[in-house]
């Protein structure tokens, strides 16, 4: 009789184990890409004992939200702030996981004094020092840099940032050049949203062989992923991998998100600069998602995953643009206030239906 209940003992407890740890994303996914999450300040410091539980179980490359954007780590002309940023890159050391410190230059989140600039001499001194004081102190410490963050507009044509106004078309290449310069031991990035459609895609590869055209390293591009559950443009998607891969260098998906809440807009962005105002009809969802809704974001997510799992080979790395659905951005924009939910895991740090989802396109017996 003994004999027969320790096998029923042993598979409850093995059970109830994998229900208390799950599945972790970066073992499963181990030989095919990197699978990263952005982190905020609070997590950096491990204050947010959530995040503090999931970050070294679930992931193996981090991207920092804010702390190295200029306006953060460059708050004064001849003044740098390095004390978060060290502490990311010495809390990522102790995890062994890699970061993508992000980002060099982006026309956003600049210091006011950069914005004041009138001359265009002063503003390529400051891109300069900007770049090669910031990437060269952290060369060999991190794995990745985003060089230069949505400089395209959506037709495929550069956007009107400063940076094209007063230093010219060529101030991509020269971020690059010298990011080369300054990190000769980091991979260098162009990261963007909307690049797997056709015309803003067609404006990133032709940036993309103006930067090799010139003799200067770009290692890989980020196609950012803020889609909806609903709506994910797997088509597109699946172009722009073979389209960008075919140029030599890698693909990643670097801020994956699916938003299950209205668009406020006819058309799809993630320009911070965009905001709408609150509406109750915005904000269907806050006591939870009904079950068709989170069937249907866990869908999209597998559907994704077993496209990027078609491409290991070209896909690099796939990170979450959050730990879980209580920091993702989408609860604040474009509309303060919101309750979205467009991780794999819950408010309280649980996996949700699409994480299991997730997990099942490389587990053919893990269920949802």
């Known amino acids: 009789m003994l004999q027969r209940i320790l096998p029923v003992i042993a598979c409850t407890v093995l059970a109830a184990q994998s229900f208390a740890q ?22 950096i410091e491990e204050r947010d004992t959530t995040a503090a539980r999931l970050i070294p179980a679930q992931f193996n490359a981090l991207t920092p939200e804010n702390i190295m954007k200029a306006e953060i780590i460059h708050p004064q002309w001849d003044q740098y702030n390095f004390d978060l940023s060290d502490k990311l890159v010495d809390y990522a050391r102790k995890q062994g996981i890699k970061v993508n410190a992000h980002n060099l230059i982006w026309h956003s989140q600049l210091p006011g004094y950069v914005r004041r600039i009138k001359d265009a001499d002063s503003l390529r001194s400051w891109f300069a020092g900007h770049i090669s004081t910031v990437a060269a102190r952290y060369d060999g410490k991190v794995y990745s840099w985003d060089v230069v963050n949505e400089a395209l507009n959506e037709d495929g044509t550069m956007r009107s940032s400063v940076f094209l106004k007063m230093l010219g078309d060529d101030f991509v290449v020269e971020a690059f050049r010298l990011a080369q310069k300054a990190a000769p031991h980091t991979k260098l990035y162009y990261n963007d949203y ?12 032709a940036l993309i062989k103006k930067i090799q055209a010139a003799g200067v390293r ?82 999209a997510y597998a559907a994704l995953f077993r496209l990027f799992l078609k491409y290991s080979g070209k896909v690099s790395r796939i990170t979450f643009w959050g730990v879980d659905d209580s920091g993702s951005w989408l609860n604040d924009w474009p509309i303060r206030g919101r309750t979205n939910y467009p991780l794999l895991f819950d408010r309280h740090g649980q996996p949700k239906r699409s994480f299991f989802s997730v997990i099942g396109t490389k587990n053919a017996t893990a269920g949802y």
């Open 218 to 299: 770009i290692d890989g591009v980020g196609i950012q992923g803020h889609w909806r559950a609903a709506n994910v443009p797997m088509k597109d998607i699946e172009e722009s991998i073979r389209a960008f891969s075919a140029l030599g260098i890698e693909v990643m998906f670097t801020e994956l998100d699916l938003g299950v809440l209205p668009n406020p807009w006819d058309n799809t962005t993630a320009d911070v600069g965009r905001t709408a105002a609150y509406k109750a009809d915005m904000n269907p969802y806050p006591g939870g998602l009904p079950d068709s809704v989170e069937r249907t974001q866990a869908d």
């Open 194 to 205: 909307n690049i797997e459609q056709p015309k803003k895609r067609a404006g990133a590869i």
């Open 22 to 43: 799950p599945a972790s994303l970066k073992t499963t996914f181990r030989n095919d890409f990197l699978i990263g999450a952005a982190i905020n300040t609070r997590q």
